[in-house]
């Protein structure tokens, strides 16, 4: 247990301890790939979104920002 007065080494072997328990599951996972195409129907709500996505196909990308 780390207390106030835990040298700045002691602090980082924690830190570093517990990143090392994250690290696995943090690079096991991987984004799925926006869609640019569209092909769901659009609310109100989500006007923002599929105005970008035009943006984005008007200027020829496929996949994720240019």
Known sequence: ???????SEDLRAFQDEIFAGDRP??????????PVSGGEVHVATD???????????E??????VC
């Open 1 to 7: 247990m780390l207390i106030d007065s835990s040298s």
């Open 47 to 57: 006007l923002g979104s599929s105005a970008y996505r035009r943006y984005l196909r």
């Open 25 to 34: 599951i943090l690079q096991s996972q991987w984004p799925k790939r926006p």
């Open 59 to 64: 200027r020829g990308t496929t996949f994720g």
